[in-house]
């Protein structure tokens, strides 16, 4: 049995997420701030686009927990994923307003609304053509 | 400088189309070959007095494997070489970017006549090919993550409806009209009108929008004939379509969503510069062709394009201003829910529809006394959530 059918963890893009490496450590997301605008981006950005600097930007901890602006039900899945399942977009106390798929609810027009409170969760969000689980996050309603 | 003080003004002589559908045996040459000669055809320019060809296409290079020189090798078949050739992709504004470019090369002075083509090809026996082509037309980082595109058209519907109310079945009343539209339309895909119930019974593709609601993938072409006002009359005796602006601008980094709150969105700018440019005003728009790649989203374009306030679309729509017969009727042709939506095909479709609008050559669907149109495209999906690129082209006789 080759190395090839082991099957990997593998971030399904570079960079966007730290995932708890101990039982006293918290996962989170990776954003970046501008110290000279102070406007925080997400994903982390090497040069802040609005002072057009490359010397301003420091990694930034985003708070795990969000709000909902709003979301939807997709009903006809793309390749790697099955529907239904629920995309939305969750604003972040620091600014962002970023796009996530939503777990932990049924895929229900009733399971969310706008201002919705929902926390970080590290997930699997599809698999790559060598089976390989692609781990990104996601968000899932408070308390649920 | 003031817009335009040093360019010449520029003629769309003619336009053609390959009627939008699915046509599994033809090639990207073959779709763009029938709407090329019959633009040549309708100008009356003989193919060797063109200078310059801009070909519009989006995702050819992945559904055909041919990334790179398409436009020779699509354009080359059908008769041109040795001529000024230009490659663009700019996502659902492929075409109507080519037209800019054409547009450009001629107002400059540096030519007299030239080509814009916008061609797709979706339909392939391999549909996961075609959807994996698509997806690359939003910012890749957003695909990965899950997002679908239809998905992300309705959570703008829900901002919409949050913010000025309204509900789905307000919403499906823009398929209701634009589908009785493409019924009238030779060059549609879809040409069957819809009523509301039939639109709210298709299959739910993402909460607020139905099948009948979304644009569907197609194969197709369109082209156009350019030439600059002062030669024309060497192919007709009267020239009557004049292009009076041409706009493009990218997606921008944004605060706050526009649909949330006052901040402009990137339509409105780009509509602003064309009106600069044509020195006129929404009321000066008789007719227009709006990107409803959600036909909800015609909506939203109307209030942005100036048609109505901010809000108002919904009312703009149910009293019937919009129609045909209304005072300011949007996507005659069907829009891209009916016509059927070849990406980078799209915008010279619209163009297509403008010039038969202001010719009185739109049969069944011919409005009153058209003199200006307009037609609008806005294609890609950017990170921060604004598309990635808009144009906005006016046309008057």
């Known amino acids: 049995m080759g190395q090839d059918t082991v099957k990997k963890r593998l971030p399904v893009l570079p960079g966007i997420i730290h995932e708890a490496t101990s039982p006293d450590d918290q996962s989170y997301l990776i954003g970046s701030k501008c110290t000279a605008c102070g406007r925080t981006f997400f994903p982390k950005q090497s040069v802040c686009r609005v002072c057009m600097r490359n010397d301003t930007m420091e990694e930034t901890v985003l708070s795990t927990r969000g709000k909902i602006d709003t979301f939807t039900v997709v009903h006809v899945a793309p390749k790697g994923f099955k529907a239904p399942y629920i995309q939305a977009f969750v604003d972040l106390p620091e600014g962002p307003r970023i796009f996530s798929l939503i777990t932990g609810c049924e895929p229900s027009e009733n399971a969310l609304k706008t201002g919705t409170e929902v926390e970080l969760v590290i997930d699997k969000i599809t698999e790559d053509e060598k089976g390989n689980d692609l781990i990104g996050y996601k968000f899932r309603p408070v308390g649920k | ?397």
Not at chain 2, 248 to 263: A, T
Not at chain 2, 299 to 311: M, Q, R, T
Not at chain 2, 351 to 357: F, P, R
């Open chain 2, 1 to 397: 400088m003031k817009d335009g003080e040093n360019m010449r003004e520029v003629v769309v002589l003619g336009v053609g189309m390959h009627p939008f559908g699915r046509f599994l045996d033809k090639s990207l040459s073959d779709l763009a070959r029938v709407a090329v000669w019959d633009a040549l055809k309708d100008a009356s320019v003989p193919a060797k007095d063109i200078q310059v060809a801009y070909l519009g296409n989006s995702i050819g290079g992945l559904i055909t494997g041919q990334e790179g020189i398409r436009a020779q090798t699509i354009l080359g078949p059908c008769g041109f070489g040795g001529i000024t050739m230009v490659n663009v992709e700019n996502a659902c504004a492929s075409a109507s970017t080519a037209f800019r470019g054409v547009w450009l090369e001629i107002a400059s002075g540096l030519c007299d006549v030239g080509l814009a083509v916008g061609v797709e090809k979706m339909f392939l026996e391999d549909r996961a090919r075609t959807i994996s082509a698509l997806i690359s037309v939003s910012q890749i980082e957003l695909s990965k993550l899950g997002m679908q595109f239809v998905g992300e058209a309705a959570m703008r519907c829900k901002r919409y409806m949050r913010r000025w109310g309204g509900t789905k079945e307000d919403l499906a009343l823009v398929a209701v009209k634009n589908s009785y539209n493409g019924s009238l339309n030779p060059y549609a895909y879809h040409r069957k009108a819809y009523t509301l119930e039939e639109i709210l019974n298709s299959p739910l593709i993402a909460e607020p929008l139905h099948l009948y609601m979304t644009s569907t993938i197609a194969d197709g072409a369109a082209a156009a004939v350019l030439c600059g006002k002062d030669t024309a009359r060497k192919y007709m005796s009267e020239p009557t379509i004049t292009v009076a602006a041409c706009a493009l601008k990218s997606g921008r980094y944004r605060e706050s969503d526009p649909l949330d709150g006052d901040v402009p969105s990137t339509i409105t700018l780009t509509a602003n510069e064309a009106y600069r440019q044509a020195g006129m005003e929404p009321k000066d728009i008789d007719v227009a062709e709006v990107h409803d790649a959600m036909s909800p989203i015609e909506l939203v374009s109307c209030e942005d394009l100036g048609f109505c306030k901010k809000g108002e679309g919904l009312r703009f729509l149910k009293e019937g201003r919009t129609k045909i017969t209304g005072d300011m009727p949007i996507n005659t042709s069907g829009g891209l829910c009916s016509r059927g939506h070849p990406v980078g095909a799209t915008g010279i479709a619209q163009v297509a529809e403008i010039v038969w609008q202001l010719r009185g050559e739109a049969g069944p669907r011919q409005v009153a006394n058209a003199k200006v149109g307009m037609c609008e495209d806005s294609g890609g999906v950017l990170v921060d959530g604004d598309n990635a690129a808009f144009t906005n082209i006016i046309l008057k006789r």
